[in-house]
């Protein structure tokens, strides 16, 4: 079964802080996104990655950047941490676009708590 | 704009059967996903339409109707565990994934 790991279940921080959130899949998937999700909203894309050192900006990347040096590897930065940025991230990641129909592996979300 | 609409939440019985609408307007179309998200946890694939007509997978069953930018999802002989939010999902002319809020189903007893 495919693995999506988020190094944090919990993260509580302070407004201004830099915060880094990791992902790592374990099926070689070329495909790795990025979400937010807050109640009452659909799952809001941020960045997504087709390979390895490329990234593409969601619907949400202001405030966020990313790091993907390795394939396996998708970071989340938030660069100074602000109240508005407190949510669940859920890292997911797909098989290469064949069809472009490929079903999403999700991680196990981070809920990020900035105070 | 682009929009998925479901409704908020859903009650149904044990043993019975439940139908879970969204309707969708995208720019484009390229299939519509149902997902299932337990309390807590991973969002989970259930399906993926991109015809019209009904897909069954065991207690499971997802609908499409495109020309009316509709599907459902059916769950018949509920269990306690099918308590869980479900996410749907179309994905318009670029690819890219539209989400609707998610309906949390409770299941009673």
């Known amino acids: 079964d495919v693995k999506v790991t988020q190094s944090s279940r919990y993260l509580v921080k302070r407004t201004g802080e830099k915060v880094f959130l990791e992902c790592v899949q374990d099926?070689?998937?070329?495909?790795m996104f990025w979400y937010r999700q807050d109640p009452g909203l659909g799952l809001r894309l941020i960045y997504f990655?087709?390979?390895?050192?490329?990234?593409e900006k969601g619907d949400i990347p202001e405030g966020y950047s990313v790091s993907r040096e390795k394939k396996e590897r998708f970071s989340l930065i938030l660069e100074s941490a602000s109240t508005n940025q407190t949510s669940m991230y859920l890292c997911a990641s797909s098989p290469p676009k064949d069809g472009y129909n490929e079903k999403l592996f999700f991680g196990s979300g981070t809920q990020l708590s900035v105070l | 704009g682009q929009n998925i609409d479901q409704p908020t939440e859903m009650t149904a019985t044990e043993g019975a059967i439940v139908q879970i609408n969204c309707t969708y307007q995208?720019?484009?179309?390229?299939?519509l996903f149902w997902y299932q998200q337990h309390a807590g946890e991973a969002p989970t694939f259930l399906s993926y339409?991109?015809l019209d007509g009904l897909e069954e997978k065991g207690r499971f069953s997802s609908f499409l109707s495109r020309s009316k930018g509709y599907s459902y999802l059916l769950l018949k002989e509920l269990q306690m565990k099918d308590s869980a939010s479900y996410l749907c999902a179309g994905m318009d002319s670029n690819y890219q994934l539209i989400w609707g809020a998610g309906t949390k189903l409770i299941i009673k007893p």
């Open positions: 995208t720019s484009g179309f390229n299939g």
């Open positions: 339409n991109v």
């Open positions: 099926m070689d998937h070329e495909n």
């Open positions: 990655s087709y390979d390895v050192k490329m990234k």
